[in-house]
Every structure is written in C-alpha cells, then in structure tokens.
C-alpha cells in the first residue's frame, strides 16, 4: 500500500498542476493583461459621482465636467516648455517641479500633472494636446454644489495620497476620494465603479487600436444617488441665524432619530473647495486656527451641558426613588453644600418643588437631588457608577453610532475618573456635586444634547441620530432603526416634561413663546475658561438652549450651543424658537426673535482670544505683583470645588 501512495500522490499532484498551467496559458489568458503591459495601454473612464439629495427631494449637490491633465514622464520629448506653460498658466518652474513629482511616483505610468480644469481652462490646450508626447487628459466629474451651506455635511472630494494607493488597489494615483462628511461615510456607494479600456501600441509606442477587440473593456457605472434626513430650508436657515457666532446647531426628528439640521458655525460656501483654487482655498481654511471652519462643531465640540443637564439629574433621583413629583427644596438664592462651599442660584427662592424646580431652573434643587442619589448608597463609588449608568443609557459619554466619520465621545464620569483625580481618595457627593448643574467633569457635543432631547420626548428611548435618509436599491442599515431604550421607567419623563413646558410659560423662556406651538425647553449657561497670553481667564459664558416640540407627538428636538454667547434665553433661546417655527411652519412669526439674532455679532467677543484684554493684561499684573513678594499664586480649584456663578441656574 504504501508503494502505491507515494506515487499515486505525485501522478495526481503534476496531474494538478499540468492542468493549471494549460488553463492559464491556452483557456484564460486574462494575465497576459499583466505580462503585456508595456505594450498594452489602460485608459480609464471615471463615473459620475451619485448626487445628493435633501429628505424633500430638493437637489443640493450635482456634478459638472472636469479635466486632468496626465502626463507618462519616459514618453515626454521635444516640448516646446514655454508654448506649453502658456497655454496652462503655469510657470516653468511648475512645470519642472509637476515633472520631477511624476518621475519619483513612475517614469511610465501615468499620473496627474495639472487637476480640475474647467471647461474653458482645457479649451485651448484641446487643441495643441497632440503636439505634447507623452501628455494627455483624463475627463473627470467634479462636484457642483446648488447650494452655499452645508459644506460639513457634504465634506468634499481631494485626490487620493500615495499610501492610500497602495494600501486599495481600486484607487491610482490622481484619483479622487470624499473626504469628510457625507463624501467620505459613503465613499463606496458614491463613487460608483470605473470603467477601463485596453488600448494595444506598436513598437513604435503608437496607438493601433482596442487589445483582443475590447474583450476586457469594462463601462463604468454611475454612483449611487442619496437623499439626506436633512432639511435644507432650515439648514440654511441655522446657518445664516449663526452668523458671526461660533457654536453648533443640530435638530433631529424624534421618531426617526433622522437628523434635520447640521449646523456648524463658523463655516463655508462648499463650492470654494471645488476647482483649480481648491488647495489654496482649503489651506486658508485650515490654517485658521481661531474661528476654525473645519471644526464641526456640532460634533466635535465638548461643552459642560449647563443646566439642561439638571433634566437627567432630575430623572435619575427619580428612578432612584430618592425623591418624587413632591419633593421640597428650600432656596435661598443658593444651595451651601459643605462648609465654606456655596453654589449660588438665579431662581426666585423659597420652597420649591420638581415642577417649579425645572422651570426656574433651581440649582438647589438639583444639587439636593444629586447629593441623595449619590448619598443613597453607602459608597461613593459605588453610588456614582450607578449614576454614571442611568446617564450613558441616554447615548452620552460613547461614540454614538452615527454615519459620519467624526465625533466626539464627550465625558460622563464615574468612580475610576474620581479614583484618578484623588489617588488618595476623601472624594464624596459634596466634592462632586457639580456634575448635578453640568458642569463638574460632564462634558457633550451639541448632537449628543439633542439626541438627549429627543430621548426625552419619546419618554425614554432613542433611535442613533443617521444623516442617510434613502439609497435606491439599498436597504438603510438596521441600527438606524434599532429602538436604544433608557434605564429610567417611563413614568418619571411626564413630571420632567411638564415642568419643560412651563419653561416656556413660566419659567426662564417665557419671552421665547411662538403663539400656537407647544415647546418643551431648558435655558443653560455654562463657565468656561480661556489661556490668553499663558493666562487662565474666565471668558463670557456659552449660551445653550434645548427643546422639542410639538409637546405632543414631537417633530423636532433641537440643541443650540452659541460660545460666549451669555444667558441661554439671550441668543441659543431665540434661535432654538425660530428654528423650531422654521421647521414646523415654514414660516416667521417672532420677527422681532429673527431682527435681533440676525444683527447680533460675537465677534468681538472672539477677539479677546486673539490678543490680550484688559482683564488679561490686570491679571498679569497681579501675578508679576505676587512673584516679587515671593508669595505663591493661589491655584484654581478643581471644577468640582468651585462655587458657581448664578448665572449657572438660567
């Protein structure tokens, strides 16, 4: 037996590979592709990219002609440089630099030499194209953009890098790639798919006609059209309300978790990273390190949430049966948590209970609420990851799933944040109370506030904010439409809404009512601080705003973060009300709400982060003072120790 194995096994083994070669060499002889290659030339043809569309169908972003000049450096001879540089608008130092680049990617593969010709820049080089070996154009589509906002949901689109080229094999060098936003979440479905034709050359490297009469041709396919959840009327309109300020907008639908507005502030006109002028545009752009217009604000930025996070305080304290609809704080006009230690409140005093607590936003109130939710257990540790637990079942404190490229996880603390920040422990609900108001270690991107609004007007549960409305043919992904339930019981969310709703008519946004819509809403107001000239200052606080609205059945939850924009009822207010009216009414009713935010400017504002102010320049006055003496400067208190501004209570 095993005087046959042995070569049995070698008979079926060349057997094998007699048949491999002889399918590769005379049935499939796809590799001759390869093996041929100097004498087979490949042209491609590149798709339109899919267009984009809002959730009403309304067209916001096209595609219009475009070409690249290529060029195969070994087959560049005899040019006539100056005639040549004429006709591009280039120097002949560009010219030399654009050649050299080529030659260090491939002396004999093609690759970009000048990108995004318009239709009249090619024009003239058209015509004299023959005259130039070893150069040739690639038509491409670039993106047309029908519209001046949205340029951080759409992204843009960049030619691809070397590494990226290397590590897909479906890009080459020149190939254009979206970045950011919407572009770059759906690259693969944009994109379409290249076509590519073989070309067969003589020995003499000249062109003779289609390789095996076009067997291995392929036509490209168009990408894949896509209608956004986003409304592009109240998208604009945020935009324009957010002129001169910086901070984000982002509105979501309720029942969906579709997201409705976008808005970051500063930003730009999308159309100026479209073109000849894109890399310098775009540097201008990035280089602006103060108002930074690349920054999306909406997703990125961290902010201490303020009083609209006493509504989550409220809730948990409820569901931790440590206090209920009757519960009554006494105020006065501030709450001493320890002694010494004293956090001051905007509301009008006296005995209060949840209701009225909400609506004059109480800082009493909640950090009483907040100390027996943390108090109930007999370790603070143990008490705050409990705590720590009910919050994050609102999405806050993760990456929250949503299908664009960039985000923030914001912070929701617990015992190993507190471990760290006191290795030698003594940490209680007095040295953390701060987290009961928002600030403390609590820190949210604007999305993840009005994921938390929406949360609430569907009374306890979420679906994860998606930008993605429809794609023809595909079916949209399931954790899109994945119902993300809270540990709070839906009984306590009615007492928390209603005191929301008296925001409005009684409370802190009373000047804010639009006649005919019932709005939910919370004011806040949250300290930050600036470094100017090495200095710590405290800058003016953020304006915040959240609310949803209709009280019943909701359409529209929506977060408003203005940096440095004061009282949340003074700028974020108005335009969460104009906003909401916008969106549900298609019209304005509170002109006088939409005069006033439009003619207001922060600007000056932001130029204190730009230079030194008074208040900057008296402070270090101080200090050169206290160094003379040899006297120590007193060190900033940990958030959590601070006694806090009334201001926080708005």
């Known amino acids: 037996m095993r005087k046959v194995l042995l070569p049995s096994l070698i008979i079926i083994a060349t057997s094998l590979l007699v048949m491999r070669i002889f399918y590769l060499q005379i049935v499939d002889d796809t590799l001759k592709l390869k093996s041929e290659n100097n004498a087979i030339k490949k042209k491609y043809e590149y798709p339109e990219r899919g267009y984009m569309y809002d959730r009403k169908g309304k067209l916001l972003v096209a595609n219009q002609a475009s070409y690249d000049i290529m060029v195969i450096p070994r087959e560049v001879k005899n040019t006539d440089t100056l005639e040549f540089c004429q006709l591009l608008n280039i120097t002949k130092e560009d010219f030399i630099k654009k050649i050299e680049k080529a030659t260090v990617y491939s002396p004999r593969l093609p690759s970009v030499f000048l990108s995004q010709l318009n239709k009249s820049e090619f024009a003239a080089f058209q015509e004299k194209i023959r005259k130039y070996e070893g150069f040739y154009f690639q038509k491409r589509s670039l993106r047309d953009y029908e519209v001046d906002f949205g340029a951080n949901i759409f992204g843009f689109i960049t030619q691809v890098n070397e590494k990226l080229v290397a590590k897909n094999p479906y890009y080459n060098s020149g190939d254009l790639i979206g970045k950011q936003g919407v572009e770059e979440s759906y690259e693969d479905l944009l994109r379409g798919v290249k076509g590519v034709k073989y070309i067969q050359k003589d020995k003499y490297n000249r062109e003779i006609g289609s390789y095996k009469d076009g067997k291995y041709d392929t036509i490209a396919v168009q990408g894949e059209d896509i209608n956004l959840t986003i409304d592009a009327e109240i998208q604009k309109y945020g935009e324009e309300l ?10 979501i639908e309720p029942s969906t978790g579709e997201i409705l507005a976008l808005v970051t502030a500063p930003s730009y006109d999308p159309g100026i990273l479209v073109g000849r002028q894109r890399s310098k545009n775009y540097t201008e752009l990035y280089r602006d390190s103060i108002a930074k217009p690349l920054y999306d604000r909406g997703l990125l930025a961290e902010y201490p949430p303020g009083s609209p996070f006493k509504i989550l305080t409220g809730l948990v304290a409820l569901q931790e049966g440590v206090i209920d609809d009757n519960t009554t704080v006494f105020c006065n006009r501030g709450f001493s948590y320890a002694r010494g230690r004293f956090m001051g409140c905007h509301c009008h005093g006296g005995a209060l209970q949840l ?36 919050v994050k079942s609102f999405g806050l404190g993760q990456f929250m799933g949503y299908d664009l490229p960039t985000g923030k996880k914001g912070n929701v603390p617990d015992s190993k944040t507190y471990k760290r920040i006191y290795p030698n422990g003594g940490w209680r609900s007095t040295t953390i109370v701060s987290n009961s108001i928002g600030q403390g ?30 794609i023809e043919g595909h079916k949209i992904d399931e954790k899109f439409t994945t119902k993300h339930v809270t540990t709070i019981d839906k009984k306590h969310f009615k007492p928390i809404i209603s005191g929301l709703f008296d925001v409005y008519n009684l409370g802190t946004a009373r000047s804010l009512r639009v006649e005919g819509i019932d709005i939910c809403g919370k004011t806040g107001t949250a300290e930050n601080f600036a470094k100017i000239g090495g200095v710590r200052v405290k800058m003016e606080d953020h304006s915040i705003f959240v609310a949803f609205a209709p009280k019943d059945n909701p359409k529209i939850a929506i977060a408003v973060m203005v940096e440095n924009g004061g009282y949340g009822a003074t700028i974020a207010g108005p335009i969460a009300s104009l906003m909401i009216e916008k969106y549900l009414r298609q019209k304005i009713t509170r002109v006088d709400l939409e005069k006033r935010i439009l ?20 402070q270090l006055r101080i200090n050169d003072s206290l160094l003379k003496k040899k006297t120590t400067i007193p060190t900033v208190k940990a958030k959590t120790d601070t006694t806090k501004s009334n201001k926080q209570a708005i």
């Open 441 to 470: 270690e609590v820190l949210m991107t604007p999305i993840q506030l009005a994921n938390m609004m929406a949360t609430i007007a569907n009374e306890g549960h979420y679906y994860t904010p998606h930008i993605i409305k429809k």
């Open 242 to 251: 957010m002129i001169n300020k910086r901070g984000g907008i982002v509105a």
């Open 599 to 618: 003619a207001t400017s922060l600007q000056s504002r932001y130029a204190k982060l730009g230079g030194l102010s008074e208040a900057v320049k008296l």
């Open 355 to 390: 209701h009225r607590g909400i609506f004059e936003s109480c800082n009493s109130y909640f950090a009483t609420a907040y100390m027996k939710t943390i108090n109930k257990y007999s370790k603070p540790a143990q008490a705050v990851d409990i705590w720590s637990k009910h």
